[in-house]
């Protein structure tokens, strides 16, 4: 009598390639930061009459004249720059791109030019206008996450 | 042997494209609400129910007054917040004559709104903004300071609601219960009564100075306006 050895079943870790995590978090992260953006544009073009600042000075950073940029509100460079990384990151995780080389550089591009921005402008607050607003420094934080984020480009093997 | 593929790429795209819904969801409605929750802020005059005669006006504007206000000598100001030449007569005259005739019992100050919407377009919130600092006991360091920091709000190209609840929280006052009330329509009919009692008078421009019912036109020649009120204080206040 004999019998046949059962049917070995293995799952196969390897072969499949995972989406990239860091980048649904910089998509995560900028449309918070689109979100943040807007809502100051609105208040600057004036749809929203005062801003939510709790302790801050909101009103005080953006009536100053450095809230605007190139002739630009601020507030409007920040929908484009997050509006930016969103849709590259989202180009990024689709399913013949997680490897790409090239949209991970772009992400760095942006990331880092996202966090010196923000560094500029946190700086203006803290030296010249002596004044906070808390929706610029979440900004900030959210450019600086972004940006910590991107550096994971540089350390994942990409495809070209 | 059977190889499985690993299920944990697309259920990890899936909670992605979830969470991303859910935060965009979430930050429309919260743009919604800040949209509409900010409107309301009554920035120009109202309809007056039931003001049939000049002597109601004068009841609703409740002016705001500075000194003792039985004194024999008054001195009335139609000012408008947003006027640079009520800054002026606010940060450079009004300090010399309270200390001269408001602090020393001789004359009192009795203060007007007279808001110019036409040039001046936060002039009314503005007005009204007082009204809430007076809410809380504190109008003329309110007045004193929107008028020193006028080029802060006065050219914004945005309702100045924000930078008027900044103000109120500088002088401690409570900020919660200010911009509920600079977000309503409080205040606004008061404001509205100050405006059409100087229409009544026929007033051209502020600040408008009134001592005791005479219409001083060179209220910046500093000099022979303290030597009027001194004059008026000689006459025993007629």
Known sequence: MSSAAPAETRVEAVSAPSPPIHR???????????????????????AIGSLACGTGSCDTVQASPWAVFLGVPVPAWGVAGYGLLLAVSLVGLQPGLWGSRRVGRALVVLGAGAFGFSAYLTAIEAFVIHAWCRWCVGSAVVATLIFIFTLGELIRPGSR | MAVQKKPG???SLRTFYIALAVVAVGGIAALGY???GNRG???KPVELVGIENVRQLYELAKPEVLGDPSTPVKIVEFGDFQCPACRDFAMQVKPLLK???FDTGKAHLVYYDFPLMEIHPHAFLAARASRCAADQGRYWEYHDLMYSRQHQWAYSRTSPVGAFTDLAKELGLDGGAFESCLKSDKHADVVTANRRLGEELRLTGTPTLIINNRRINNWSNV???IQLIETSIGEGGA
């Not at chain 1, 649904?24 to 004036?46: E, P, T």
């Open chain 2, 223 to 225: 000099d022979a306006l």
């Open chain 2, 41 to 43: 802020a009554a920035d």
């Open chain 2, 34 to 36: 800040a949209v509409l």
């Open chain 1, 24 to 46: 649904m978090a910089v998509a995560l992260l900028s449309l918070v930061g689109l979100f943040i953006s807007a809502y100051l544009l609105l208040h600057k073009l004036g």
């Open chain 2, 9 to 11: 790429a697309g259920s």
């Open chain 2, 99 to 101: 200390e001269r005739f």
